[in-house]
Structure formats: structure tokens, C-alpha cells
């Protein structure tokens, strides 16, 4: 069983984000003032990444051997919860912990990045996925460069085929 643990302060919101991956899942706690938000996660073979669990919970003692608890409680039988929907019911600084989790994921599944448009469109797709309405600026933030880049980048996926253009006006791939 593949278990990395990492604790990361996860720029540009100072959140501290404690994460454990276990094989294809990935779970995650940040502190808040009432409590710990919790996610858990799962990466499908074609590197989607899905939401298995949001939880405000008290957690007491070893954060990190919780969420190995977590973990495998989620593996048994969980389904995939809409993160859009989640998303949306969540305030600003809630929804700033689902993307940095996901961006520790993108950085523990370490996808070959040589060919940057596809690993771009790859972490841009996964981000819209998880209702980010601004995965473009939260990749450059991440990836220290201009987003007037990652723009370039996602048309050229566009242009490959390898993104389908979301259309005027469009947000969150609606």
C-alpha cells in the first residue's frame, strides 16, 4: 500500500493542509474555528479525481492517523459526491481548502509534466471539475507563472482537441 503523509501551507490562503495518501486515495484535514474540514478523495484510472467525503469534525490527538482511519472507512463503499454542488454550499475559505487539496493531489500523482499543455489542461479539468471558477488564475498561483500563459495553454488543448472549448459565457463547464 502506497502511504506518503505530507504537511504543506498551501499559498496563496495559509492554510495548513495535512494530507495522507493511501494508493489512490487521498485525505486531507485543515483547522478552522470550529473544528477540522475534512476531505477525502479518490483518483479513477483515467485521472479523474473524485470527492468521496466532506466532514466537519473535532479531531483529537494524531490528525495524520485519522485520516488513514478515514481512508479506509471511504474506500469500503463510498460514492462520489457532486463537488460542484459542495462547492456551492461552502464558503470562500471551505472551497480554497477543496483546491489546495486537489493540488496536492496533482503534485502526489506527479503525471509527466513534459508535455505542459496536456498536463495543463489535465490539472485545469480536474480543477473546473471541482467547481473552481478560477482554475486558470489558481494554476498560475501555483505554478508561479503569468496566467495570461495558462490562458495560452488551454487554447492551444482547445485547438488539439484535447479540451472542448466550454463556450460563451460559460463557467464551471455548463
Known amino acids: 500500500m502506497d502511504v506518503n503523509t505530507h504537511s504543506a501551507s498551501a499559498s496563496p490562503y495559509n492554510l495548513l493542509v495535512k494530507i495522507e495518501f493511501q494508493g489512490n486515495f487521498a485525505a486531507s484535514a485543515s483547522a478552522t474555528n470550529s473544528g477540522s474540514l475534512l476531505l477525502v478523495s479518490h483518483t479513477v484510472k483515467n485521472d479523474q479525481i473524485h470527492l468521496l467525503m466532506v466532514q466537519q469534525i473535532e479531531i483529537r490527538g494524531n490528525v ?40 496536492r493531489v496533482h503534485e502526489h500523482l506527479d503525471k509527466d509534466s513534459d508535455e505542459v499543455v496536456i498536463y495543463t489542461a489535465w490539472r485545469y479539468s480536474t480543477l473546473v471539475a471541482w467547481g473552481e471558477a478560477s482554475a486558470a488564475r489558481e494554476l498560475a498561483l501555483e505554478l508561479h507563472i503569468p496566467v495570461h500563459t495558462i490562458h495560452n495553454r488551454l487554447r492551444i488543448a482547445r485547438d488539439r482537441g484535447i479540451l472542448s472549448s466550454p463556450g460563451p459565457g460559460s463557467r464551471l463547464g455548463k
Open 64 to 103: 495524520i492517523g485519522f485520516l488513514r482511519q478515514k481512508v479506509k472507512e471511504v474506500e469500503k463503499n463510498a460514492q462520489p459526491l457532486d463537488a460542484v454542488f459542495v462547492r456551492q454550499n461552502l464558503s470562500s475559505s471551505f472551497g480554497s481548502f477543496m483546491t489546495q487539496h486537489l493540488m
